[in-house]
Nanobody
Framework: QVQLVESGGGLAQPGGSLRLSCAAS????????MGWYRQAPGKQRELVAA???????NYADSVKGRFTISRDNANNTVYLQMNSLKPEDTAVYYC???????????????WGQGTQVTVSS
């Protein structure tokens, strides 16, 4: 089995910062892209940022210059540093990993359980 466990969500004031973490564990052979999505009430889930195993990260236009995605390949962990937070960043944030399990050929996408981020004064 594979698990993605997120942490670091919570309440922040406008202009504040939060750092999300997501650790993948289990029978993992390799991980390609890792990323973060978010879903606000009444809206579709949208990509926030993604980072491939050996390339450059990409970001949604709405978070460029404010959010930074990074990863620790040795520990199968991805981070999202969120600065200059705005009320419109309020959402449930989900991490994902495109990975290949030990003994299994194809790459599948796995998701975390989600963590709430609320930006409010």
């Amino acid at each position: 089995q594979v698990q993605l466990v997120e942490s670091g969500g919570g309440l922040a004031q406008p202009g504040g910062s939060l750092r999300l973490s997501c650790a993948a564990s289990g029978s993992i052979f390799s991980i390609n892209t890792m990323g973060w999505y978010r879903q606000a009430p009444g809206k579709q889930r949208e990509l926030v940022a993604a980072i491939p195993s050996g390339g450059s990260a990409n970001y949604a236009d709405s978070v460029k210059g404010r959010f930074t995605i990074s990863r620790d390949n040795a520990n199968n962990t991805v981070y999202l540093q969120m600065n200059s937070l705005k009320p419109e960043d309020t959402a449930v944030y989900y991490c994902n990993a495109d990975l290949r399990r030990v003994g299994s050929g194809p790459v599948f996408r796995y998701w975390g359980q989600g963590t709430q981020v609320t930006v409010s004064s």
